[in-house]
C-alpha cells in the first residue's frame, strides 16, 4: 500500500500546474530548494502572487527602463511572432570608445513553459542599469537581451511555438518565422559569447523506477556546454575551464546544487542517462559552431509552477552576471581565441558516438526525502568519440535551383558567392549508397538516414549557381548543415529528398 501511495503522490509531482503542492513535494523544497527571498520584486511576475510576466507588462516594463536610462539601453523589435506579436529585443551599451568591446547574446522564454528564464533577463537588466556593483560591466561588453523568444507558446505556458514547433529544434529547419527572425538578429548583432536560459522538469516519468519508490533531480542547474567535435577545441575547452568553472564557483557561494546537463532515457528497456549532445538541433551547439563561446543554461523550473521562483530567477541571474564578469575580465583572450579558431582547418567531423560507461548521480529519493547517490549508465556527449570523418574542402557547391536551401543558409549568415559564368570544376560528388527514412516524423520533418560515397568528377556548373567556401567565421556550421550524414544536416532533417544511388545536388569543392 505504501509503494502505491508513494507512486501516486510522485506523478502529482510530475503533473504539477499550479502551486498547490503535493505532500511530498513539499517536502522536497522545504528541505533543498527553499526560496531566495533576497531578492526585490523588481520585475512584473515578482510584483504578483500569481501568474507570470504577460505581453503587456512585458513591453510596460522594457519600455520603463528604456525611458529612464535611454543613454544605456535601446528597445528594438526583430519582427512579429506567428500571432501578430512584437518580438522586442533589448540593447545595452553605455556607448563608450572602446573598439575591443565583446558582444553578449543572451535569451529566454524559447520554450513557453520557462518563464524563470524571461524574468532572469528582465532583472539582468535591472541590476546592470541600477546596481553600481555591476555598472562599470558594460565599459567592455555590448549586450544584446531577447526576452521572451517565444512569445506565443509563453503566454500559453506552453513549451511550443504556436505552429506547434520546439523553436530550439529548429535551428537547421528554420520552419518557425520566430526563428528565422532570431537567426537575422544574431547574425546581424555578430555576437562573440551567446547564452540561453531554459528551465528543466525535475519529475520525470522515468525517475519513478529508480531507486525504491522514485528520485526527483537534486540541481538548481545545469550546464549545457558545447560537445559538437567541429567547434573548435580551443573554444569548448575555454567554456569548460573558465566560463562554466568561474559559474559554477559563483553557485557553490550561495549553495545551488548544479552539474553538466543530463536527462534520462530508455535503452532496450533500461534507464540510462545521456549527458549533453553533439547535434546543432539545440542552441549550445548550434551557437558555438559559430566560432562563439555558447552554454545553455537548464534551471530547475518545469511542471513545479511558481515554487521557488526567486530562487530559479536568481539562479539565472547569477549565471548571467559571472559569464559577464568572465567575459569583462578576458576581453582580450577572448577575442585572440576567436580568431585562433576562424583560422583552423581541421578535418570535419561528420558523425560521433557517446562514450557509455557506469557513473554515479545525485538525486533525492521521493521515499526517505534525502540527498542520495545512483549507480547509472552514462551515455556521454561530453566525451564524444568521432565515427565518420572528411577531409575540409574548400568548400561546397549547390544547384540555384534549391533557392529554400540556399535562403536558409543566408538566414544563418553564411557568405556564398555565384557562379558568374557556365564553367567546368573538379569536384567530389555523394553517391548515396545506404538510405533510411523509417523513423517517426519529428518537428514535422521526415528524417532521412544515408551512407554516401565520394566520387572524384569534372562537372558542368551554371552561371548563379553557388559557391560557399569555407574559409569563413561560419564553417564549421557549414559542414553541419552540407555533409548528409550528419544528424543535422538539411539531408538528415528530410529538406533535400534522396534515395539509393540518387547524386546530391550538394558537391564538395576539391583543394
Known sequence: MKKYYLFILFFISFNLVSAQLSPQSK???????????????????????????????????????????????SLKYIGESSKGKKIP????????????????????????????????MLYLMHTLLNDSKYTYLLDKIDLAILPMANIDGFLKNNRYAANGLDLNRDHTKLMAIETRLIKDAFVQFNPDVALDFHEYRPFRKDFAQLSTFGICSAYDVMFHNSSNLNIPENIRIMIDTLFTKN??????????????????????????????TTTARSSSNSFALNNVFATLFEIRGVGIAKTSFKRRVNSGLTLALSYLKTSYNNTDLIKEQIEIANGMSNEIIVKSDKSIYSDKIQAIDIDTNELIELDVMMRDAKKPIAKLIRVRPQGYIIKKEYSSIISKLKNLGIEMSQIQNDTLIDINKYLIKDYNDNFLVYEKMKLQ?????????????????????????????IAELMEPEAPNSFVSFGLIKTKIDDILPIYRLNN
Not at 564557483?249 to 528497456?269: A, Q, T
Open 27 to 73: 517536502k522536497i523544497t522545504e528541505k533543498f530548494f527553499s526560496e531566495y527571498e533576497e531578492l526585490e520584486n523588481r520585475t512584473p511576475a515578482l510584483k504578483k502572487k500569481k501568474g507570470y510576466t504577460n505581453y503587456k507588462e512585458l513591453l510596460e516594463f522594457l519600455n520603463n527602463i528604456s525611458a529612464i536610462h535611454p543613454d544605456k539601453i
Open 247 to 276: 559559474a559554477k564557483d559563483e553557485l557553490d557561494k550561495i549553495n545551488l546544487k548544479h552539474r553538466n546537463y543530463m536527462k534520462s532515457e530508455k535503452i532496450s528497456g533500461e534507464i540510462h542517462f545521456s549527458q549533453g
Open 449 to 477: 538516414e544515408v551512407k554516401s560515397e565520394l566520387v572524384d568528377d569534372i562537372i558542368k556548373f551554371s552561371k548563379g549557381d553557388y559557391i560557399i567556401y569555407m574559409k569563413q567565421r561560419r564553417s564549421n556550421l
Open 89 to 120: 529585443i533589448m540593447f545595452l551599451s553605455n556607448n563608450s570608445k572602446n573598439l575591443q568591446k565583446l558582444n553578449i547574446w543572451m535569451q529566454g522564454g524559447l520554450h513557453g513553459d520557462e518563464p524563470a528564464s524571461t524574468e532572469a
